[in-house]
């Protein structure tokens, strides 16, 4: 295998990639509710120089549970022979990498939570943005109508690079009805699951990385949870300028942010 080339497994299974040397620490994507790797390369590209980056697809299912997102992602590391590494857990992939942080066969090293939590602060509120979600998928053009919204929101408030325009556009072409499913699937995931017991337990380092424009995770409570339950909680940063996806809002202020708590950890040996 050419490790300086991404590789990519399955269609509408669980897909992995692995970009840059395995020679160097992990660092393993698991997206939200969206459930792809669409709009991560602004912030992967930054990332390359220092870690070996792995991201996922997930597939299109509305079966799974997040113990077999869990086991599913674990095994494909494994089958790439990715035994351990950093979880960069977005949104909903906070709840895989809180599975995956102690499964016996995977040695995690690290929990960067971006828009992500641990329980959910208000699971009410995930039930409520789903139902409306559901709402609007059900109209005609409904996916239309939620992909133009979200592109204006992009464009007005952020620069327009080549490199955004194109993670986008790859971002909207996903976006099909069987997806939209699956992504209603994982919030009602997030709904019900709560992994505080593994939090609470949970040594090893734990970062927060948020955007100050998050309607959907109120970081104002998940910071405050994190550093009075959680032992390997360490730090945290709210970037000004960001929304609920801030590797793609803030791509560059996430990369050094990422870049300068890691840093510190691995010339640990952590």
């Not at 102690?102 to 509120?125: A, S, Y």
Request: hydrophobic share 40%; glycine share 8%; aromatic share 12%.
């Amino acid at each position: 295998m050419n490790v300086n080339e991404p590789q990519a497994e399955g269609g509408d299974a669980l897909q992995i990639r692995v970009h840059g040397s395995p020679d160097k620490p992990a660092l393993i994507y698991l997206p939200g509710s969206h459930g792809d790797w669409s709009v991560i390369p602004g912030f992967r590209n930054q990332m390359l120089a220092e870690f070996c980056f792995v991201e996922f697809t997930y597939p299109r299912t509305v079966s799974w549970t997040v113990e077999e997102y869990g086991r599913e992602v674990a095994a494909a590391l494994s089958a790439k022979g990715i035994k351990g590494g950093w979880l960069l857990g977005e949104s909903f992939g906070s709840q895989i990498a809180w599975q995956l942080s102690h499964l016996p066969d995977f040695h995690c090293q690290g929990i960067i939570l971006c828009g992500g939590f641990v329980r959910h602060p208000f699971p009410w509120g995930a039930a409520l943005f789903r139902r409306i979600c559901e709402r609007l998928l059900a109209r005609p053009q409904g996916i239309a109508k939620m992909m133009r919204s979200y592109e204006r929101w992009v464009t007005s408030r952020y620069e327009n690079t080549a490199e955004r325009s194109a993670s986008l556009m790859e971002f909207k072409q996903r976006r099909i009805v069987a997806d939209g499913k699956a992504a209603m699937h994982r919030l009602r995931l997030i709904q019900h699951y709560d992994p505080s017991a593994s939090a609470r337990t949970f040594q090893a380092p734990v970062y927060y990385l948020g955007g100050f424009w998050d309607p959907l995770v109120p970081w104002y409570l998940v910071r405050p949870w994190l550093k009075l339950h959680c032992p390997g909680y360490k730090d945290g940063e709210i970037i000004a300028i960001a929304d609920h996806n801030v590797l793609f809002s803030a791509p560059t202020k996430s990369a050094r942010t990422i870049q300068k708590w890691l840093g510190r950890d691995v010339e640990k040996g952590l």
